[in-house]
């Protein structure tokens, strides 16, 4: 029980951290990538679907991203609700494919963009602080239940903590290359 606990609490943390991983595709950089896209629905008939589902996005340089439906009847629904997303971006249709210039970043919104991935950074770490306590809770229900010794119960905490450590520590490493490419011009 008492090792299961700790086994527990780093799969917990594992969790946390891809989710945080995910969020941080999501921050705008100066850069263009598909991962902005992963929001858009488009209404396939009568099914919202991903916008991947329904066309190829790629890449062609660092400032473009060119949507190509898979089939052009398409190309009209996908352009609108790229426009309903709200991304701070305004495609255009030449009929074939949808080309979506990426705006360079001026000094001011990369700031507010760094100041947005500390709250995110901040909240996981929050979360994985959460699933610590709650394995710490459990190792003093287990020795108050006398299911473990005192000796046990500080071992497995001294566990938890350098698990929590090194999950916090792998969040501000992700953080800080994050924000060295929002502010890399």
Known sequence: MSQEVVT????GMEK?????EQELTKVRTGRASVSILDRVKVDYYGTPSPLNQVAT???PDAKTIVVAPFE??????IERSIFKADLGVSPTNDGVVIR???PQLTEERRKEIVKGLK???EDAKIAIRQVRRDGNDLIKKAEKDKEISEDDRKGLQD???????SFIKK???RAAAKEKEVMTI
Do not use: N
Not at 8 to 11: G, I, L, S, T, V
Not at 159 to 165: G, L, N, S
């Open 8 to 11: 527990q609490c780093e799969q």
């Open 159 to 165: 566990k938890i903590q350098k698990a929590t450590d």
């Open 57 to 59: 996005l790629s890449t």
């Open 119 to 121: 709250k995110i950074s």
């Open 100 to 102: 979506i210039p990426i």
């Open 16 to 20: 946390r951290l891809k989710s945080f």
């Open 72 to 77: 052009k009847s398409l190309i009209s629904d």
């Open 171 to 173: 969040v501000d490493e």
